[in-house]
Structure formats: structure tokens, C-alpha cells
T-cell receptor, first 110, second 113 residues
Framework: DAKTTQPPSMDCAEGRAANLPCNHSTISGNEYVYWYRQIHSQGPQYIIHGLKNNETNEMASLIITEDRKSSTLILPHATLRDTAVYYCIVRSGSARQLTFGSGTQLTVLP | DAGVIQSPRHEVTEMGQEVTLRCKPISGHDYLFWYRQTMMRGLELLIYFNNNVPIDDSGMPEDRFSAKMPNASFSTLKIQPSEPRDSAVYFC???????????FGPGTRLTVL
């Protein structure tokens, strides 16, 4: 699976949009981009995933560039409860496991 | 559904003792994963099962670690003998049809003294 690069930490003001970037320049055509988050002392939680098109669900939006070499997870109105480590993971369609990197520690400030 | 259930939530044991961690996946899920998380190494996949059969155990650190899944609703991860370097949080996760959306349990925090 392709390697991902994320900033180690980011801050965001409560109520503002949080935009978390991820670089995956070596991504292959059959690899999906997944986002998980891990709130302190809890198990990781699935957020969203996509292949080529932008995706949106009740938690977040995922924007994937046209060349697929990077993506951005958007939390439209961040709350204090969104403070967590966010993991960007690239996974092939045939794989079953997930490989977690070091992620981005997002801190939402009041 | 109650989600993935793990027990115990906390375990403190002495070096050399046997430790057994337990996991009940979400009903109907056919994949089960065991992960370990430490500050140094992050979140690592240890082993995963499909339909109760171990598929990939390449992440199991050494022979002291073993995992079983006797039926679709129960799995164990055993460490015998335990060592201080095994101290970590162990997560169990399950998914359906191999999808990338995995559901994680609350984890077991293991401390080996």
C-alpha cells in the first residue's frame, strides 16, 4: 500500500472548518483513501473513504485531487469533541488490513 | 448492536505470567483483526481472521503470542510468558466482507510489571 504523509499537528478554532491534508503521491489506481480518527483512550473510528470522487457523509467531506496524489479531510464545523488523532490510510481494494501511520493530532480550541 | 466488545479493559500482571485477551466481534462480521498500540510503534496489526481462519499473522511479534477464533463470536489473544515490553493497548476490530470500514473495540490496556 502507498505511504502517506500528514502534518504531525494542527489547531482549529471551535465552529470553524478543520482542513486536514494528506499526501499520497505514490498511490495506485486501485487504492482507496481512508480516514480514521482516534479520540484519546478510545479505539479508532472510521470517518470516510473515497477512490476518485469527492465524498461527503454526516461526519466529514473528503476532497481528492484530480491526480489523486493528495487529499483533504474537512470537518465543516469543528467542535471540542473533534479533538483527536486523524489517520489518512491508503488501501488497495484487494487488501483486508489497514496500515496506520502517525497521523495528525487535531486540537480544537475554544 | 453493542459494537465490538473486549475484556478485560485493564490488565496488570507480572512478567512471566500468561495473559489472555478476549474479543467479541459485531454479529455478522466475517473479519476480525487484532492490533497493538504503543507510543513507540503506533498502531500495528498483529493478525487477522476471515471466517474464523487466520489469514495473516505476520505481525505477531514472536512465538509467545498466539491468537485463536474458535467461532464467529469469540476470539482470544494469548501471551505466554508475558514480558514488560508487551505493555500496550490491544485493540480488536471487525468488518464485513473485507471492507475498509473496520469497527474497533475499546481496547485492553495491558501492563506487565
Amino acid at each position: 500500500d502507498a505511504k502517506t504523509t500528514q502534518p504531525p499537528s494542527m489547531d482549529c478554532a471551535e465552529g470553524r472548518a478543520a482542513n486536514l491534508p494528506c499526501n499520497h503521491s505514490t498511490i495506485s489506481g486501485n487504492e482507496y483513501v481512508y480516514w480514521y480518527r482516534q479520540i484519546h483512550s478510545q479505539g479508532p473510528q472510521y470517518i470516510i473513504h473515497g477512490l476518485k470522487n469527492n465524498e461527503t457523509n454526516e461526519m466529514a467531506s473528503l476532497i481528492i485531487t484530480e491526480d489523486r496524489k493528495s487529499s483533504t479531510l474537512i470537518l465543516p464545523h469543528a467542535t471540542l469533541r473533534d479533538t483527536a488523532v486523524y489517520y489518512c490510510i491508503v488501501r488497495s481494494g484487494s487488501a483486508r488490513q489497514l496500515t496506520f501511520g502517525s497521523g495528525t493530532q487535531l486540537t480544537v480550541l475554544p | 448492536d453493542a459494537g465490538v466488545i473486549q475484556s478485560p479493559r485493564h490488565e496488570v500482571t507480572e512478567m512471566g505470567q500468561e495473559v489472555t485477551l478476549r474479543c467479541k466481534p459485531i454479529s455478522g462480521h466475517d473479519y476480525l483483526f487484532w492490533y497493538r498500540q504503543t507510543m513507540m510503534r503506533g498502531l500495528e496489526l498483529l493478525i487477522y481472521f476471515n471466517n474464523n481462519v487466520p489469514i495473516d499473522d505476520s505481525g505477531m511479534p514472536e512465538d509467545r503470542f498466539s491468537a485463536k477464533m474458535p467461532n464467529a463470536s469469540f476470539s482470544t489473544l494469548k501471551i505466554q510468558p508475558s514480558e514488560p515490553r508487551d505493555s500496550a493497548v490491544y485493540f480488536c476490530a471487525s468488518s464485513t466482507q473485507g471492507k475498509g470500514e473496520q469497527f474497533f473495540g475499546p481496547g485492553t490496556r495491558l501492563t506487565v510489571l
